[in-house]
Structures are given as structure tokens and as C-alpha cells.
DNA sequence: TTGATCGGTGAGTAATCACTCACCGGACGA
DNA sequence: TCGTCCGGTGAGTGATTACTCACCGATCAA
């Protein structure tokens, strides 16, 4: 019944990543409306019709690409070894640099804006896979500070939401609008986590500035 | 020759600007490659062909939409207002509460991002009238303030940046991502931007955390 | 050798796309 | 009353789209 031999079972595999890599490419650079089927069999180096063999629709191409991709974990065990030793400066300095690299690749962005700009199904998913993790680890990181009196008083989820905010913003900045670097990416990066950690540590006089908690 | 009394040219252009507004809400909702000339004409209650004697083309409509979009300067103005008094909190919060009040439309964001995304010859000049003038007056206020020791010494565009960064980074996780807000947006405004006035003072002490200038 | 089962393709198909064109009806000056 | 614009449309056009199908050749167990 079966004939499928490892070695071509393999090469099947093979096939379906390689459709899925020139796929999320051109996904990336144009979005799923602006992507024909024929346009990623000749970047595949195959005929249009065998993308249907391995996929039955576009869509579920583009939900594979979505499903599949979702590359980070070794960051977050590396910052979990700075946070146990409360290198505050290091946790941050880490998180800023992995985004702001100047290696990383600006796909997993565009798929990811197009994706929810495009109102995918999977969009969510994706978000949650990419992003949402730092979030909610950052938001508890900062959480623990606050409490250790290492940090002020402020909104933990907010706190990490404009620290995420600055950084991919500048991403955005960098790599979708075209806006140049005018200077080197750890300056860049040191400067953000100076400016975030200051924002954070506790006063020492007992500031009294009211408009902070109430309108 | 030319028959066209006030009252019809005055119709003629309200068809136009109708054409236009119906076509910027399905260009932002779903992209352009995703709206078809069909739909704009049926959302503006007119044939398919009378959209083609407004504008050649659909890219035309499109380019037309970018064009005229362009609102603020009523904000840069009361913005000047408080730098002329140097009230840096309202400064920021001014700034921060235009873009994340409650009932900003998303039309203009998603716009712009689609149109960054999808690479149109017009995005670039799109997001200079929407965003560059923000950063490059903020850049210019923070460096005046900077030069009266009011702020540490930092680089004025990134401060600008990480600002703008923060707050454009809230409105996209709530209105692309569907990110819910779980406390009002005034605490939302004054935390950012006690977060970030915090960041720029200077130190009390002569700080001494070398990594912030050399890695 | 046979024949069955693969991976792979060229040549379609129906639907949809942006865009065109011949034509309509009513307002208006003569 | 007549002619002439002019805003507006229905019914197309060719091109392109996602997707299908009949078919090919290589491989390999029997």
C-alpha cells in the first residue's frame, strides 16, 4: 500500500519546506493577495501544479508558513539566566539586541504585519507565538522588581509594552518605512535600555509629581 | 465650451470626495490588491464605470487617497503652546493622547501601513506628513531642553523615537493586533510619559554605569 | 518483463479582475 | 421645441487568477 521509503519521504519533506520557505518570502514581501500561486512555483523551481499536490489551497500554504514559523527560546532561556542573577541592565540589553541585530530578517515582520493587516485567521496565533510570550514574561519580570523595590511603582504590563514598543518600533522604522540608522545598533540599544531603566528606578527623594496616578 | 455651473462642479466634487472617503475605509480595511474596483463603487452607491471617469486608474484613486490625507498641525500648535512654557509634561502628554484617545480611527494607521507594506511610490511621502514631522520637532525640543539641563544628555531622534515608539507601538497592539486594554487611556498616557520623563532627568548623583555610551 | 506507484508537468477551466464603450435621460440655452 | 451637453450606467473586453486533470517517465517489487 504504503511504498514510502524514508529516503522519499524525505525528499517529499524537503519539497513541502522548500515550497514553504520561497512561499513565506514572497508572502512577506507582497502579502497573500499579492502573491500568485504561479510566482511561488517558478521561486519553488517547480510547476504551479505541483504546488497543489502538497497544498490543497493558497490559504493553507500560507497557514502552514504561519503555523510553522515561530523561532525564539533560546533567547528567552538566556534571559532567564540573567534575570535569576537581577542583571536588570543585561535582561533588557538582550531582549533589545535580539530584535534589533542587525542580521535579523525583516520577513517574520512583514508576515507578521500583513497577517494581521490581512485579517488572517491564524494572525493571532502567530502574534501570540512572536510576541505575546515577551510580553507576559517581561510583564512578570518586572513585576518581581517592583516588588523587590528594584523598580517604582507602575503598571508591569505597561512598563513592558513600552519597552517592546520602543524597540520594535525602531524595527518598523528600520525595515518597513526606510527610515536610515544614523548610528550604530548598540548605541541604539544601550540608549533605549538607559533611558528605560532610569525611567524605572524608584526616586530617592519622595517624588510628588500628581499627575502621574490621577488626571 | 464649458457649461459646468458652481452647483455642478460642487457635485462633481462631492462625488469625488465620496469616491474617495468610501475607497480609503475598504483600501485600509483590506488592503489595495485586496479591494476591487467593483466593491468601492458599490460603497459609494454608483456604477463600477463612473469610478473610471473620476480616476484613470484604481492606483490613481489610491495615490489621490494618500494625498490628501493629512491631518494634524491643530495638535503641533497647542504642542508649541507648551514648549514656548516648557511644560514637558504636557508636552508628552499632549502628544501621547492625540494618537491614543478613544476615538481615533484606525482608518489612518492601517493606511499607512498598508501602504508601507505594500511598497506604494507614495508611502514615503505619506508618512512624512503623518509621523516625520513629530519626530523631527520632538528631536528639537528634547535637544533645546537637553542644551538647558533639563535632560540628560542623550541623542535627541532616539529619545524622540522611543517616545513615539511607545505610543504608536500601544495604538498598533490595540487596533491591528486587537490587543485589549485592560485600564483606561489616561493612565495609559501618564505612565508612558512619566516612564519616559523620568528617563531623560538628569541624575541627581554624577551616575557612573559606563554601558550606556561605549559597549 | 510487468505493472503499480511514485514525483512531476502542460494544458487547460471557470471565475474574477481592472478597465472600456455605446448609450441613456434630464437639464438648459437658444 | 429642439439640440447639446453631461452625469451616469449595463454590458461587455482581454488578461489574470486559483485550481484541475490527463498524462509522462522513473523506480522497484514480483
Given at each position: 500500500?504504503?511504498?514510502?521509503?524514508?529516503?522519499?519521504?524525505?525528499?517529499?519533506?524537503?519539497r513541502q519546506a522548500s515550497l514553504?520557505?520561497?512561499?513565506?518570502?514572497?508572502?512577506?514581501?507582497?502579502?497573500?493577495?499579492?502573491?500568485?500561486?504561479?510566482?511561488?512555483?517558478?521561486?519553488?523551481?517547480?510547476?504551479?501544479?505541483?504546488?497543489?499536490?502538497?497544498?490543497?489551497?493558497?490559504?493553507?500554504?500560507?497557514?502552514?508558513?504561519?503555523?510553522?514559523?515561530?523561532?525564539?527560546?533560546?533567547?528567552?532561556?538566556?534571559?532567564?539566566?540573567?534575570?535569576?542573577?537581577?542583571?536588570?541592565?543585561?535582561v533588557f540589553t538582550l531582549i533589545?539586541?535580539?530584535?534589533?541585530?542587525?542580521?535579523?530578517?525583516?520577513?517574520?515582520?512583514?508576515?507578521?504585519?500583513?497577517?494581521?493587516?490581512?485579517?488572517?485567521?491564524?494572525?493571532?496565533?502567530?502574534?501570540?507565538?512572536?510576541?505575546?510570550?515577551?510580553?507576559?514574561?517581561?510583564?512578570?519580570?518586572?513585576?518581581?522588581?517592583?516588588?523587590?523595590?528594584?523598580?517604582?511603582?507602575?503598571?508591569?504590563?505597561?512598563?513592558?509594552?513600552?519597552?517592546?514598543?520602543?524597540?520594535?518600533?525602531?524595527?518598523?522604522?528600520?525595515?518597513?518605512?526606510?527610515?536610515?540608522?544614523?548610528?550604530?545598533?548598540?548605541?541604539?540599544?544601550?540608549?533605549?535600555?538607559?533611558?528605560?531603566?532610569t525611567g524605572l528606578r524608584p526616586?530617592?527623594?519622595?517624588?510628588?509629581?500628581?499627575?502621574?496616578?490621577?488626571?
Amino acid at each position: 500500500m504504503k511504498a514510502t521509503t524514508a529516503s522519499s519521504r524525505n525528499a517529499s519533506h524537503d519539497r513541502q519546506a522548500s515550497l514553504i520557505s520561497s512561499a513565506a518570502n514572497l508572502f512577506a514581501a507582497k502579502g497573500f493577495k499579492g502573491t500568485t500561486t504561479k510566482e511561488i512555483a517558478k521561486a519553488a523551481g517547480v510547476s504551479e501544479a505541483l504546488v497543489f499536490k502538497y497544498f490543497p489551497t493558497k490559504r493553507a500554504l500560507y497557514t502552514a508558513i504561519l503555523a510553522e514559523k515561530a523561532p525564539l527560546s533560546e533567547l528567552l532561556s538566556a534571559v532567564e539566566e540573567c534575570a535569576r542573577k537581577r542583571d536588570d541592565q543585561r535582561v533588557f540589553t538582550l531582549i533589545a539586541s535580539y530584535r534589533i541585530r542587525p542580521g535579523a530578517d525583516p520577513t517574520m515582520l512583514r508576515l507578521l504585519l500583513f497577517s494581521a493587516l490581512e485579517g488572517h485567521e491564524l494572525a493571532d496565533m502567530f502574534f501570540g507565538k512572536q510576541h505575546r510570550v515577551f510580553y507576559d514574561y517581561l510583564a512578570g519580570y518586572i513585576q518581581t522588581r517592583i516588588d523587590e523595590g528594584a523598580f517604582r511603582a507602575i503598571d508591569p504590563l505597561l512598563a513592558a509594552r513600552a519597552f517592546i514598543g520602543m524597540v520594535v518600533h525602531h524595527r518598523l522604522l528600520h525595515e518597513i518605512f526606510d527610515v536610515p540608522l544614523h548610528c550604530p545598533h548598540e548605541d541604539v540599544v544601550s540608549t533605549y535600555v538607559e533611558l528605560f531603566l532610569t525611567g524605572l528606578r524608584p526616586s530617592s527623594t519622595a517624588k510628588k509629581r500628581g499627575v502621574t496616578r490621577v488626571r
